[in-house]
């Protein structure tokens, strides 16, 4: 917990400058692989409550990161895309997330770079099949 939260302060630390809020970068991360997905996906995918996701979902949209489309006139989803100003800053949030990366990791062998992420890999598995099993 304790990497955790330091790792976390680092980073909530080096965007301060940002109009970003908490919640925020992890939306604008993973739209940067799955723009254009309705907003339950996104929710899902940033495990985020389902009302959570609405409120900064409409302070991404009122400063410009996203815009929410209907598209087929399928008036029960509207699609999430980047714009300008969001893929901007998922380059501003790719450079901060590298250098916080590289410190935390300063000192390990690729190898052992490597050996953690497929470590931190499992326990996400294992986590994730935890909560499906409690459903």
Do not use: W
């Amino acid at each position: 917990m304790s990497d955790h939260f330091l790792v976390q302060k680092s980073l909530v630390t080096s965007i301060k400058d940002s109009e970003l809020t908490p919640g925020q970068p992890k939306i604008l991360d993973y739209l940067q692989n799955h723009n254009g997905c309705v907003q339950k996906e996104i929710a899902k995918g940033c495990h985020i409550e389902p009302a959570s996701i609405t409120v900064i979902l409409k302070g991404m949209e009122s400063k410009g990161y996203i815009e929410r489309k209907m598209l087929n006139g399928d008036r029960r989803s509207l699609y999430v895309f980047l714009t300008e100003k969001g893929k901007k800053y998922i380059e501003y949030l790719n450079e901060k997330f590298d250098k916080v990366e590289n410190t935390a990791l300063k000192n390990f062998s690729e190898d052992e770079k490597q050996q953690l992420n497929d470590l931190l890999m499992r326990v996400y598995e294992n986590m994730i099949a935890n909560e499906k099993e409690e459903i």
